[in-house]
């Protein structure tokens, strides 16, 4: 593979006519499956997506090319599969099957795309907490930028903090609708969705507010405002106009609105 073939293709891709990106992406299918190593193309890299990874997967939307050319790739096959080991240590050991699911799961965050993303980095072990920032920015240390007393993991952040749990348990107690009675307990039920049901439902749309709740406190080094009064206010403002776009089922229900009065 020559570094000219690849600027070549990335020349074609800034144009507007459409056979141009057509023929950007027909190079592109000839040359990817050849990648069997990051070393072997450093601009098609899978683990740094560029310009022609977002041009091929826009170009794909809603087909398996994309997951089927990483699948080809055995580095980012290890890359899951670590990962999923490190969650197993915590949550305890989960099928093929379950992961699977959990992945599929995310088609069910369509009514928006950053909460989508962040649930996605976090069951992927990619969300940047202060354990990886730190790796990188040496002013930063890997301290909870809540407690500051223990290392800021993803499942630390998200469940095991004092102030999350104390955050979570007033949920527990408020929301009981929201929950269906059965109060978030655990890692797993607080972080992971529940597969069974093909739309998201309120138990699940409530842990996805939960983490974005917490996640922008983080983001802003504001525990103090993991309070109930907030977050009500928070989901209120959030899921007004899908409530008016009907784009969440369960919204409908207008006792579940009716709890998140302040």
């Given at each position: 593979?020559q570094?000219?073939?690849?600027?070549?293709v990335?020349?074609?891709?800034p144009g507007?006519?459409p056979?141009q990106?057509r023929n950007?992406?027909?190079s592109?299918?000839?040359?990817?499956p050849?990648?069997?190593?990051?070393d072997a193309?450093?601009?098609?890299?899978?683990?740094?997506?560029t310009?022609i990874?977002?041009a091929l997967?826009?170009?794909?939307?809603g087909?398996?090319?994309?997951?089927?050319?990483l699948?080809?790739?055995p580095?980012?096959?290890?890359?899951?599969k670590?990962?999923?080991?490190?969650w197993?240590?915590?949550?305890?050991?989960?099928?093929?099957?379950?992961?699977k699911?959990q992945?599929?799961?995310?088609?069910?965050?369509?009514?928006?795309?950053k909460?989508?993303l962040?649930?996605l980095?976090?069951?992927k072990r990619?969300?940047?907490t202060?354990?990886?920032?730190?790796?990188?920015?040496?002013e930063i240390?890997?301290?909870c930028?809540f407690?500051?007393q223990h290392?800021?993991?993803i499942?630390?952040?998200?469940?095991?903090?004092?102030?999350?749990?104390?955050?979570?348990?007033?949920v527990?107690?408020?929301?009981?609708l929201?929950t269906?009675?059965?109060?978030?307990?655990?890692?797993k039920?607080?972080?992971?969705?529940d597969?069974r049901?093909k739309?998201i439902?309120?138990?699940?749309?409530?842990?996805l507010?939960?983490?974005?709740?917490?996640w922008?406190?983080?983001?802003l080094?504001t525990?103090?405002?993991?309070?109930?009064?907030?977050?009500?206010?928070?989901s209120?403002?959030?899921?007004?106009i899908?409530?008016?776009?009907n784009?969440?089922p369960?919204l409908?229900n207008?006792?579940?609105?009716a709890?998140l009065e302040i």
């Open positions: 593979l570094t000219r073939d690849v600027d070549e990335i020349e074609s891709l507007i006519r056979n990106i950007a992406i027909n592109l299918d000839r040359l990817l050849e990648l069997n190593t990051a193309a450093p601009h098609l890299n899978p683990d740094a997506p310009l990874h977002a997967h826009r170009h794909r939307k087909s398996s090319h994309w997951t089927k050319t699948r080809q790739n580095t980012v096959i290890e890359k899951i670590t990962k999923q080991r490190r197993n240590t915590v949550i305890g050991p989960q099928t093929d099957a379950f992961w699911q992945y599929l799961a995310t088609h069910k965050i369509k009514f928006d795309n909460i989508m962040l649930h980095q976090s069951i990619t969300l940047r202060n354990i990886f920032v730190s790796k990188f920015v040496p240390t890997s301290n930028t407690c500051n290392r800021e993991t499942e630390h952040l998200l469940h095991s903090c004092q102030h999350t749990q104390d955050f979570i348990e007033r527990n107690d408020e929301l009981p929201w269906r009675n059965q109060p978030l307990a655990g890692p039920d607080t972080i992971f969705l597969d049901f739309d439902y309120e138990r699940d749309l409530l842990k507010m939960i983490k974005d709740f917490i922008k406190n983080r983001c080094h525990p103090e405002n993991l309070t109930i009064a907030n977050f009500k206010e928070y209120q403002k959030l899921l007004t899908h409530h008016q776009a784009t969440i369960c409908a207008r006792d579940l609105r709890e």
